[in-house]
Nanobody, 118 residues
């Protein structure tokens, strides 16, 4: 298993931008697909975006498509989530995770809070 540490969250006004980072430990980072999820208060955790091992393939939830961009730097063992045109409904704790199966993820980080004010 790897350890993941998210950072970059904060308070931002609607329409603003943030970049989240997820730093991984271990030597196998570049062999795994990664993903970002989020969980708002009182709601279930939801998938936000995913990226394959090389960064060539990405996928987004419809709610963030066109506003968020996921990318990775395998040399730095870090995956990023660039968030733009933020909306109050993007407010949540954002988590990164390692994909280990078709719908299976592990090595969840501690999360980083994103709050978007209207």
């Amino acid at each position: 298993q790897v350890q993941l540490v998210e950072s970059g969250g904060g308070l931002v006004q609607a329409g603003g931008s943030l970049r989240l980072s997820c730093a991984a430990s271990g030597r196998t980072f570049s062999t795994y697909a990664m993903a970002w999820f989020r969980q708002a208060p009182g709601q279930e955790r939801e998938f936000v975006s995913g990226i394959n091992w090389s960064g060539a393939n990405t996928i987004y939830a419809d709610s963030v498509k066109g506003r968020f961009t996921i990318y990775r730097d395998n040399a730095k063992k870090t995956v990023y989530l660039q968030m733009g045109s933020l909306k109050p409904e993007d407010t949540a704790v954002y988590y990164c995770a390692r994909k280990v199966g078709p719908y299976e993820y592990d090595s969840w980080g501690q999360g980083t809070q994103v709050t978007v004010s209207s």
